[in-house]
């Protein structure tokens, strides 16, 4: 018989999540999709970033929110979301925040997480208080610009992120009166700014989905149409294609537009797409969804180089997670090993 100490200690303990090893180009490609293999990813990066890093980042932990719920299992998601909504209570004591875009961040991971359960939990809503609280004047919010496209380099992607929350939020949230003056800040920001390329085009898109009276329908159609003329032969897509992005070693190893199709730029492209109401069948969404099922590695990921630096490839978890989202919203996560 387990004495009760002990059990009640095995019960406490937090699920093991082994870390992946580190990303690389030339990892193998898997035998055959894996669903299983890519949950298994993202909880090593998600939960390990959130354990070690006690933060919540753009390229791991917050895309690993929206993503993991589409694959069984939930231990993940509920260690990170309890993390968070610590901080929600930290803040609504009086404790300060890490900045508005770590606020704009936690309210949309948390958002996501309610849509799922399809309650929007009192944490949630917090959260929301404190973002709108930190929204500028202009309708937008003091973005980290550090250097680090597609996420961390301007104030549009922040404000597309904060769309996102709102829009995604369970209970008809973004028409409660608690969004609609912040939400009317947001339009005109959002209106008034032009996205800086095809990447923010999307995410504005996107974001479209969710919220109304970002988007006419003819800009919808137009950016569809873009980012479909954005695909490459094999299927794919390619980040560096999405935008005019420039190394921190750019003298000697340049992002190139031309470089192979990569697991962000697909699984972002195909989600959007799909969300933006293309449907599976369409050519170009099939062919993605395809390249995805066929470029998964052998770890679970898909990598995707960093526009930055080859120090680290954080985006590949961002990748991983859109690519997990892309095949959930084409009805392609079933019949893998």
């Keep these: 018989m387990i004495p009760a100490a002990l059990l009640a200690a095995a019960v406490a303990a937090p699920a093991d999540f082994p870390a992946p090893a580190p990303t690389t180009a030339d990892e193998p490609v898997a035998k055959a999709f894996s669903p299983a293999k890519a949950a298994e990813y993202l909880d090593g990066v998600g939960v390990g970033w959130t354990r070690e890093r006690k933060c919540i980042t753009c390229h791991t932990n ?21 993390f968070l909504e610590a901080d929600v209570a930290s803040w609504t004591a009086g404790g300060k925040p890490r900045g508005p875009a770590y606020v704009v961040a936690t309210a949309l991971g948390l958002a996501a997480t309610d849509a799922h359960a399809g309650k929007l939990t009192p944490a949630t809503r917090a ?13 937008a919010w003091n973005w980290l610009k550090c250097d680090w496209p597609p996420m961390e ?21 973004a028409k409660s009166d608690g969004a609609k003056v912040g939400l009317e800040k947001l339009r005109g920001y959002l209106t008034k700014t032009a996205a800086p390329d095809l990447h923010h085009k999307a995410m504005l ?30 299927g794919g897509w390619c980040l560096p294609s999405l935008g005019a992005y420039k190394r921190r070693d750019e003298a000697k190893s340049p992002n190139d537009p031309a470089a192979p199709s990569d697991g962000y730029a697909t699984g972002f492209a195909v989600y959007v797409l799909r969300q933006a109401g293309v449907p599976a069948t369409d050519a170009a969404v099939a062919r993605g969804a395809t390249w995805l099922r066929s470029n998964q590695r052998a770890s679970g990921r898909w990598y995707t180089r ?12 961002a990748g991983s997670a859109f690519a997990v989202l892309a095949l959930a919203a084409c009805g392609e996560m079933a019949g893998g090993e």
């Design 127 to 139: 959260a929301f208080d404190r973002m709108w609280a930190e929204q500028r004047p202009d309708g």
């Design 306 to 317: 960093s526009l930055n630096t080859d120090r680290a490839h954080y985006i590949t978890n």
């Design 205 to 234: 898109l996107w974001a479209s989905t969710k919220v109304d009276g970002l988007l006419a329908p003819d800009r919808q159609k137009a950016i569809v149409a873009e980012l479909k003329s954005a695909q490459r032969a094999d």
């Design 153 to 173: 380099h301007d104030d549009y992607y922040g404000a597309t992120l904060a769309a996102l929350a709102a829009g995604v939020a369970p209970e008809g949230y």
């Design 62 to 82: 917050l895309p690993y929110l929206l993503a993991r719920p589409h694959l069984p299992g939930d231990a993940g998601v509920k260690e990170v979301r309890k």
